[in-house]
């Protein structure tokens, strides 16, 4: 498991692992279940840590696409000529559109079923928000100027995408 995947709320993780029925969205696995969370677009080119951004992937292709975009890696496949049982043929015979088409459904997919959970999760950061509050009025004000400082700087970097899988 990945730095990154271990960054990741549970929740998250069990809701791109659940979509389009848990199989890879790059080679549909085989009969192996997805066990890893892949950056769509990946990091390193501007993709975010976001849950438009991630798809259920099995440890083969994850590992195999690396850091590149999804045409990026399918033209690889196609250029090495990996037909020989090692890749199911499912990814390297998509059209590149096929191949994205069934990329933008998946990320639907992990959308649809992320809804309940983000619900869940926005009331659970309310509650912890009230509570910060609350800790708040314990604390002069020179220490509520640096929560309230660190608390902007932490908004910012999420309301631009580029929050950092730590945070």
Known sequence: MSDYERALPAWVRAVVLAAGGGWCTYCGSNGIRAEAVDHVV????????SITNLVP????????????????????????????????NEVADYTEEGALANVRRIQDDVAKLAREHQA??????????????MNLQHLTA??????????????????????????
């Open 42 to 49: 990946p990091l390193h080119l501007g993709g975010a840590h």
């Open 57 to 88: 992937s099995c440890r083969s292709c994850n590992s195999s696409k690396r850091g590149r975009t999804v045409l990026g890696w399918r033209r690889s496949i196609h250029r090495h000529i990996f037909h020989n049982g090692v890749w199911p």
């Open 120 to 133: 869940d999760a926005v009331e659970r950061l309310r509650r912890r928000v009230a509570l910060i509050g």
């Open 142 to 167: 020179g220490q509520r100027a640096d929560v309230l400082e660190a608390m902007r700087v932490l908004c910012d970097e999420f309301a631009s995408d580029r929050v950092s899988p730590g945070a």
